[in-house]
């Protein structure tokens, strides 16, 4: 198994510009959750997923925008990308709820600059 | 909203030196989660716990689970230079919300 796997690894946006961030996972997880973490803080919650079709705002969701079509893939999408939006952006997946199988399983992460 | 705040931030210790990060909640957690995610890496899981008072050890590290499910520990007994990173705990409240709430996370560095 490739796990969690997000593209792409850096990237760097113009002020203005949209871009999309990849997530992938090929563990049949049902829960997947986009994070940012700044530089010396946490994570931060943008938006998860219980399950395809559904989807929740986190701690941070203004400017972004996620969809969930199929259990694999949950894209991030940055639209109007402004200087605050520069970070490191991880992918997590979880396969439930339950407290077997809560552990979350986190993507290697896109760097992204803003500028 | 529900918080998660870690102490210390960073924590400098010689190498063979015990090491421990405290995690506090504003309100009571169904469990809590440890992940520990190295200079330029990702977070990657490293321990659940869920009943009060619990205690859980792996090889040198010890995790404790407060009695009243709003605080958590991790101690690191005589660190090794493999134990440089950051340390988040991350808990799910009670009144859950099918999701995480992550601390600030404990930097640890080491001189070897």
């Known amino acids: 198994n490739a796990g969690v796997t997000q593209t792409p690894k850096f990237r760097i946006l113009k002020i203005g510009q949209s871009m999309t961030l990849q997530c992938t996972q090929d563990?049949?997880?049902?829960?997947m959750y986009w994070y940012r973490q700044d530089p010396g803080m946490g994570l931060k919650l943008i938006y998860y997923?219980?399950?395809?079709?559904?989807?929740d705002k986190g701690e941070v969701p203004n400017g972004y925008n996620v969809s969930r079509s199929t259990t694999e893939d949950f894209p991030l999408r940055l639209e109007l990308a402004a200087p605050s939006q520069t970070s490191v952006y991880f992918c997590?997946?979880?396969?439930?709820?339950?407290?077997?199988?809560?552990?979350?399983?986190f993507g290697p992460g896109t760097r992204l600059t803003v500028t | 909203g529900q918080q998660v705040m870690q102490i210390p931030q960073y924590q400098h210790v010689q190498e063979g030196e015990d090491f421990t990060t405290y995690c506090n909640s504003s309100?009571?957690?169904?469990?809590i989660q440890w992940y520990k995610q190295r200079p330029g890496g990702h977070p990657v899981f490293l321990i659940q716990?869920?009943?009060?008072?619990e205690v859980k050890k792996q090889k040198r590290l010890t995790f404790q689970f407060g009695e009243a499910k709003k605080n958590s520990s991790l101690h690191i007994t005589a660190t090794q230079t493999t134990d440089v990173g950051t340390y988040f705990c991350?808990?799910?409240?009670?009144?859950?919300?099918?999701?995480?709430?992550f601390g600030q996370g404990t930097r640890l560095t080491i001189n070897p």
């Open positions: 997590a997946s979880s396969l439930s709820r339950m407290a077997a199988g809560y552990e979350q399983y």
């Open positions: 716990l869920v009943k009060s008072g």
């Open positions: 563990m049949n997880h049902n829960y």
């Open positions: 309100t009571t957690l169904s469990n």
């Open positions: 997923s219980v399950g395809a079709g559904i989807t």
């Open positions: 991350a808990g799910d409240s009670i009144q859950g919300a099918q999701k995480l709430v």
